[in-house]
């Protein structure tokens, strides 16, 4: 039985390219293979620009960074991007211990981070 | 007037080397942190060190051996001192824990694995890595309490109302 973790995936008016995944429950070793295959899915169409809410994240281990460090890197690599918002203080402080702040575009807000996405042409 | 100290109790879990069963014993462990009077923040931390090393001795210490994680936790004055143990014990795992948490590599977007030692040397008072008589991998850890890790009263008079 793998850890409730539910990802709600939505259009995102006026961005080309984009999507809004809410990530709900806790993303741990149990579910990140199930993650990993519905947002690499994503990308792989052409979905690049990417804002992840983390409003009901509840919980992240280190296995999760690690995918979410593949989503960024991946978005990248095909001029996209992965953005967070809503970030809880505990999740924040794992992700900073492994210096992933440094790596990963995080932000206070949804609305901020899709504002800091590129406008539909 | 101080209220006398509770005996500590030892909980001991031996689970199969399967992942599926982390999510419930890292909450139960968690869990028994929030009843002991631990703080919700060290009730998570604790929840992430569990995961990151039952998570560890399942994937790099039980790879050829089908074998039984143990686990124990004790919370005793203030502290929460946790064990975990894997059977498949060798020179190379060892020095591979070892490496993974005094020298640990800079963050990089290339590796999905790697960090879990990391995190719970950073979230934990002590870590030990020890091979036991058995030849199995022991990793120790204490956790003591900060001072903001206490319950506060009010967090207790909500907690104690939802019960």
Redesign the interface.
Known sequence: MDTQIELQISELENVSHGKLIKFMGDLDATNVESTLDQVTKLIKEGFVQIVADFRNLRYVNSTGLGILLHFSKTAKEKNGCFKIANVNDNVYEIIEIIGANTLLDIYDSVEEAIASLAPRR | MESPEKDAVTYSVHLPSD??Y??PLRQFIAEVARVEGYSK?FC?RT??IV??LV?NGI?HGSQDVPSDIILSAKFESGQMHLSVQDQGGTRQNLENLKRAVYSPK???????????L??VQ??SSELKIDLGENGNTQVHVIKTKDPEDSLGQREKLLYESDI
């Open positions: 992942l599926e982390i999510p923040k998570f929840e992430i995961d990151e998570t994937l800079p963050p990089s977007s290339d590796k999905k694995k790697g960090r879990g990391v995190i950073m979230l």
